[in-house]
């Protein structure tokens, strides 16, 4: 960023700058979560479990323990890239026509519920990867739940745009209204229910959470509610370990998560960026923005086409991230007009392969 005084004074904030790590979120407070358990001999692991933790607490709206998430893992002793897949599928109840009848798979609401993946995804990065105790990992998140945090500007506006649903509801009434007016920026939230759940993986692990008391709760919720999820899609949930994927962008090695996670698109995206000139474009100029843009653009065709869960779908992964295909791709950008009609392409075509065995 530029200061209007000219180039004297290049930006308005110094650099951000640490000599022992680092750690970056949608929120300061779970930002400072990370680092907090950093500060107390944590490793990035345990750093991005707290600042995770944190972060459902203070957006609860974006994220939290009653959802999904994909955990990324570079460690430099080895060199090694791995992944968890923390998301959960639909409960077993969950079937086509129960979803055609309703008008579709709802977007809100106790249907919309998948298997929550997040906790068993933490557990398991921490278990392989953490070196502190759960309870030093969870402490960061539970002391806000319970001594409170200024509601943000971001997530006041969610709130009140949710309020007519949160007013009608007994249990988000009473923890995100102000007897039923939606909290304003700066007013201050306590969650001491979901500190007292956090206490409880920590101090229990796993089984409560997919088998224990908790699960338990969030069945009979569920049901009261008449939602799908059963006591049988948590004690039959597990995250696993998944082999990243990845592609090259002039020199360097990208990775991402396999689907059922959308991170090809990323991956697409640069192979086909490749083919073009993009420094020489600008940063953030018409015509770089443009190209990104188309890009993207391609990419969400493939995804909205072909991926869904590979367990189910046979996905042509390898023709996607080829550097041939993206080459074809890459021919169907002008930088001068936008594309009037995206469709997918044919990844298919470069999908060819061979395989042997010497023994």
């Not at 639909?90 to 079937?95: G, I, L, M, R, S």
């Not at 009434?173 to 993986?201: V, W």
């Not at 770089?288 to 590979?310: C, G, I, N, Q, T």
Request: a negative charge; one cysteine or more; proline letters at 5%.
């Amino acid at each position: 960023m530029q200061s209007p005084h000219g180039d004297k004074f290049p930006g308005f904030r110094p650099s951000i700058m640490g000599r022992n790590g680092m750690v970056t979120s949608g929120h300061p407070l779970a930002s400072q979560a990370g680092i907090q358990t950093m500060m107390a001999g944590g490793n990035a692991i345990d750093a991005a479990i707290s600042t995770a933790a944190a972060l459902g607490v203070v957006e609860p709206h974006s994220s939290g323990i009653g959802g999904d998430g994909f955990i990324l893992v570079y460690w430099a002793e080895t060199g090694i890239v791995t992944g968890v897949n923390a998301t959960g599928p639909a409960p077993y109840a969950a079937n086509r026509d129960l979803y055609l009848k309703q008008g579709g798979i709802p977007m809100k609401g106790i249907r919309s519920v998948s298997v929550p993946g997040l906790v068993d995804g933490w557990l398991k990065a921490h278990q392989r990867y953490g070196t502190l105790k759960l309870d030093q990992v969870f402490d960061p998140a539970i002391s806000l739940c319970e001594n409170g945090f200024p509601v943000s500007h971001h997530f006041a506006n969610s709130l009140s745009n949710e309020n007519a649903r949160f007013a009608e509801d007994p249990y988000t009434r009473a923890i995100f209204t102000d007897n039923g007016q939606p909290l304003k920026t700066g007013d201050i939230l306590y969650q001491k229910d979901l500190g007292m759940t956090l206490r409880e993986i920590a101090a229990k692990g796993r089984e409560t959470f997919y088998e224990g008391d908790i699960a338990q709760a969030m069945v009979q919720f569920s049901q009261a509610y008449d939602g799908l999820l059963t006591g049988k899609d948590l004690s039959g949930y597990q995250a696993s370990w998944v082999d990243p994927i990845y592609t090259t962008y002039r020199g360097y090695n990208v990775y991402e998560m396999p689907p059922n996670s959308s991170g090809h698109i990323l991956l697409q995206e640069l192979n086909i960026v490749e083919h073009f000139d993009l420094q020489s474009m600008g940063c953030n100029t018409a015509e770089s923005v443009h190209l990104m843009v188309e890009a993207k653009r391609l990419s969400f065709a493939d995804r909205e086409k072909y991926v869904a869960d590979p367990d189910w779908v046979d996905i042509p992964l390898r023709g996607m991230l080829s550097k041939a295909y993206a080459a074809k791709q890459a021919e169907r950008i002008n930088l001068d007009q936008m594309l009037t009609e995206v469709v997918s392409g044919t990844p298919e075509q470069f999908e060819d392969t061979t395989c042997f065995c010497v023994a």
